[in-house]
């Protein structure tokens, strides 16, 4: 998801477990959005419903860590905006 093609995501027919998934670094597509300050992709998956409330999951191998939530990363860089799209 880095780069925001909404038709290429919504020709891909992802299921709601696709998007919610965490990679081994414990992004999901709404995190890698909130990283990336990228306000109009956020909206656009609180609007196809992600789950806005799932942790960082870190899983790489033997031990899994789990992180922040989504909000705390808005809030830990400041991006206010986004703050209020995912309350």
Known sequence: ????????LNALKLTKDDLDFNEC???TALIIAINNNNIAMVQYLIKIDVDKNKTET?????????GKLPIEIAKANNLEEIVEVLK
Do not use: L, T
């Open 1 to 8: 998801m880095i780069r925001s093609d909404y038709k290429v």
């Open 25 to 27: 670094n414990g992004e």
């Open 58 to 66: 870190f899983d790489c191998g033997d031990v899994i860590y789990y």
